[in-house]
């Protein structure tokens, strides 16, 4: 790849939205609270993890639905959807209904393959044998295709409603939402698809070792595919773990990093049949933690940095780590509040725009 210059335009988080098992409440609020504090400190977007049998957000559409009474201003997405569980017709229904709802804010991250514990959810998510479900790309391209707001049947077709007869189609129809389509890439089949098929393109800090042991390697390979391959027009969002001593007191500094320690071993080699690769934890004070992002041969070739926020923490922490992050390292990396402003921008009717 040519050297060029970072210049980060966009920056976002992502949240895993943790809770106590016996008061899911309690953290589902703290989660809502750590979005508008994002948002009042000028974070460009907020993301949520879907994730199922943990003490997490097991639906990305509920959550970010009450999101978008909370907040005003920032994008909201979710990172990622495995699609293998959803219906693309009734997906596409909620979540055009969430971008409906955040007045045009919404951003659609979705895998595909077979789901996590397949075994345990599939006899429940599909009413029994789940064996020869497709688990495929083409289940996202029916999602997104659901999107676009084509009218159902041919030119004849009506339907008899309360509001008198209609031409159907999936409603609410949210204009320009099939353009905020992203997908998680690990490996170069993904990132090719990613960009053959006009998605815009979640990469972070676990991919797939293919002919190479090191991380930034493959990928930087991913990177190149996904923009040969169509791509290049399109939106590349960095995911990296980031957490900033500076702001946390002697104890929480320590937690952090022990935190760091135990995730390092999984770092120096490929891990399991996919070998899977991990890139370090990004944990120090700020000007340690931007020197190695300087160093990162990544992030100068995209504008949009996502500080992905560890699960294991509280939210006090949490907060400190979006400030810390947000004052102290995203301006020396060619984010100013100018540029901040411009990426939360949004047009007064975003579904006449």
Do not use: C
Not at 237 to 264: K, W
Not at 309 to 338: C, K, M, N
């Amino acid at each position: 790849m040519t050297e060029h210059k970072i210049s980060i335009d966009h920056i976002g988080f992502l949240t895993p939205g943790n809770y106590a098992s016996d008061d899911p409440l309690a953290g589902l609020e703290q989660t809502l609270r750590l979005l508008e504090y994002g948002e009042r400190l000028g974070f460009a977007s907020a993301w949520v993890r879907q994730r199922h049998l943990e003490p997490g957000i097991s639906s990305a559409a509920a959550f970010l639905a009450a999101a978008t009474q909370r907040t005003d201003r920032i994008q909201l997405g979710t990172a990622v959807i495995p699609i293998g569980y959803e219906n693309p017709y009734r997906l596409a229904e909620d979540l055009s209904t969430v971008d409906v709802l955040s007045r045009g804010r919404l951003n659609i991250g979705l895998s595909a393959g077979r789901p996590p514990h397949v075994d345990l959810i599939g006899p429940l998510a599909f009413d029994g044998d789940w064996s020869a479900s497709d688990f495929s790309h083409q289940r996202v391209l029916r999602f997104a295709d659901n999107l676009r707001g084509a009218f159902l049947g041919d030119e004849h077709t009506v339907i008899k409603t309360p509001f008198g007869p209609q031409r159907p189609r999936l409603q609410p129809h949210a204009k320009g939402l099939v353009d905020r389509l992203w997908y998680g890439g690990g490996s170069l089949r993904s990132a090719r698809w990613a960009g053959e098929n006009g998605f815009n393109l979640l990469i972070g800090n676990v991919t797939t070792g293919e002919q190479t042991n090191d991380f930034f390697e493959a990928q930087a390979r991913q990177l190149e595919t996904y923009r040969q391959a169509g791509g290049a027009e399109k939106r590349v969002a960095l995911g990296r773990v980031i957490v900033p001593l500076d702001g946390a007191n002697a104890s929480t500094r320590r937690r952090y990093l022990d935190y760091a320690a135990s995730r390092h071993e999984r770092t120096l080699t490929p891990q399991g049949e996919r070998r899977t690769l991990f890139a370090s934890d990004l944990v120090g004070t700020s000007e340690q933690i931007l020197e190695r992002l300087l160093a990162d041969p990544i992030l100068p070739h995209v504008r949009e940095l996502r500080l992905e926020l560890p699960y294991e923490f509280e939210h006090d922490e949490y907060r400190q780590i979006l400030d810390d992050v947000f004052t102290r390292i995203a301006p020396e990396l060619g984010w100013s509040p100018t540029k901040g402003e411009a990426a939360r921008t949004l047009p007064a009717n975003p579904a006449a725009a």
